[in-house]
């Protein structure tokens, strides 16, 4: 009998060929969008700097500035009032959407937190761009979404593509931009989500480089790196800044109690930071801004001891002021400006002791953002890439690990949370959850020392409403039964229930802690 090989078909799999494509596609209009935004506040910046420079050259016209702040403040409040999800950062909403926890609108949100947020920020008030920059980023993932008429986890991965997108373009990083999403915002390295996240963010990133320029946001030059001999001051700067990071999570967090002892309604609680603004501007404008500049400056001339000290007194108290209040802006950059200046401060102290050299400061104030934010975002892997990207170097990667663990640990050990999801459960209220009848997935990985790890599947009670249908293991996936033993670095795809999505996986949570 006459044999002939037999060709092998070889099904060709575009599932992530596809998911690539559509990040590029929300990447470019993120990337448009919030360079736009980006751009819009930085002249709005410029512009009240250039403002209370005539006043005090002219006392008089403080008058109309004082009502065109009132008038402004009360325009962002009535956005806020139509669309409660434009205030703050956005962030906690992005994650909460991830998680199924809630769900808006895309429209009405978008140009809200874009105009808002341009108003806001752009006013000079101590408030970051790069929040609001991811909600609009996820927003215009979630409208391709819709118009694609995507949903489940493709409608995800858009939104957390989106996200990342906009990250990129605020800070010119996309690969800290993708890690920050998958670290702090989903919480899970989805191979689909990491496809499209990185896909959008270079894509975004792009488009932002056209507009601003290659020079990095905090191109800050310095003498030579850190010896060896100075590591130990690595150990105390974290320290230091762990302290004062668990403060400030404390203080933001209860600023929304503090402001409900106002007779104000709360939409109208950004009138408090717009007329604070006033003195600060008139006394120290270039103090103005979520504090890009304040970073570039002080690493150009640190002031002396006391005066860094002012600053940041001043920063901090009118930061989680401006915050706290639910205008729309975020803490991304204020975080960093103020670990900025306790670097600084840290850097003059060990100085003035005899401790270090003086040309060491600028080092300290880079590895004191990437700790500070460590610290309080508890994403330190983001933390350090975040600030190499932005820097423009990799030579001090081992410093901002060596800060950035400590920072992360001594927070921890204070019993601080992530920022973010802090912010989230007080975003979410208690509501109850119908049935929608349509399918969704559910990805929850498997750690080294879960309590799944080395157990079979019919050792655990699942929750109601949920079903194992496959375990992802590399780049294979195993179809499960009662006897699969599930292992470290595994990914249970379990079909639940769309409006349930966010109970079960906190039921799961739950389940992990338990004893089996």
Not at 17 to 44: D, E, H, M, P, T
Not at 207 to 221: K, R, Y
Not at 385 to 413: K, N, Y
Request: proline share 6%; glycine share 12%; charged share 10%.
């Amino acid at each position: 009998m006459d044999k002939q090989p037999q060709a092998r078909q070889r099904r060709i799999d575009l599932t992530r060929l596809s998911a690539i494509g559509r990040g590029l596609l929300v990447g470019l209009l993120a990337g448009i969008v919030v360079s736009i935004f980006r751009f819009c506040i930085q002249r709005g910046v410029q512009f009240v700097q250039w403002v209370y420079g005539q006043i005090l050259a002219t006392p008089w016209l403080v008058i109309p500035w004082i009502v065109l702040s009132i008038g402004v403040a009360i325009l962002v409040g009535l956005f806020v009032k139509q669309q409660p999800d434009i205030k703050g950062s956005g962030i906690p909403q992005v994650e909460g959407q991830l998680a199924g926890e809630l769900d808006y609108q895309w429209w009405p949100v978008l140009w809200r937190k874009f105009v808002g947020g341009i108003l806001g920020i752009g006013s000079g008030l101590f408030l970051g761009r790069e929040g609001p920059s991811i909600q609009l980023g996820a927003t215009i993932g979630q409208g391709v979404a819709e118009k694609m008429k995507q949903s489940g986890a493709d409608r995800r991965s858009l939104i957390a593509g989106g996200a990342a997108a906009g990250l990129s373009a605020a800070f010119n990083a996309p690969i800290a931009s993708t890690l920050f999403v998958l670290e702090e915002v989903y919480h899970n390295f989805s191979p689909i989500i990491w496809t499209t996240a990185l896909a959008s963010a270079i894509a975004s990133n792009f488009i932002s480089l056209n507009f601003f320029g290659l020079v990095p946001v905090l191109h800050i030059p310095y003498g030579e790196n850190l010896p060896l001999s100075q590591y130990g001051n690595l150990i105390g700067l974290g320290i230091f800044l762990g302290i004062f990071g668990y403060l400030y999570q404390n203080v933001t967090l209860s600023m929304p109690n503090w402001y409900a002892h106002l007779r104000l309604p709360s939409w109208l609680d950004g009138l408090v930071p717009f007329l604070l603004v006033i003195p600060i501007g008139l006394l120290w404008p270039q103090l103005l801004g979520g504090g890009n500049d304040v970073i570039l400056n002080i690493a150009a001339a640190s002031p002396a001891l006391l005066a860094l000290i002012g600053i940041f007194v001043l920063r901090f108290v009118f930061s989680t002021i401006s915050y706290g209040s639910g205008l729309p802006g975020g803490i991304f950059l204020p975080i960093l400006s103020l670990g900025a200046i306790l670097g600084a401060i840290y850097a003059q102290a060990m100085v003035a002791l005899g401790w270090m050299p003086a040309h060491f400061v600028a080092n300290f104030i880079i590895f004191a953002m990437a700790g500070y934010f460590a610290g309080i975002g508890k994403a330190p892997f983001t933390a350090i890439l975040l600030i190499t990207e932005m820097v423009g170097t990799l030579h001090h990667l081992m410093p901002l690990a060596v800060v950035s663990m400590t920072a992360f640990l001594v927070v921890d050990l204070l019993g601080g949370a992530p920022i973010y999801e802090a912010l989230l459960e007080k975003l979410i209220k208690p509501r109850q959850i119908k049935m929608s009848g349509i399918q969704d997935q559910l990805e929850v990985p498997i750690f080294e020392g879960s309590k799944l790890e080395g157990h079979q599947v019919r050792d655990f009670k699942w929750p109601t409403d949920s079903l194992l249908i496959a375990i992802r293991r590399g780049e294979r996936q195993v179809i499960p039964h009662g006897d699969t033993l599930m292992r470290a670095g595994d990914t249970l795809i379990i079909m639940v229930d769309h409006n349930r999505r966010a109970e079960i996986r906190h039921a799961i949570d739950h389940l992990l802690v338990a004893t089996p």
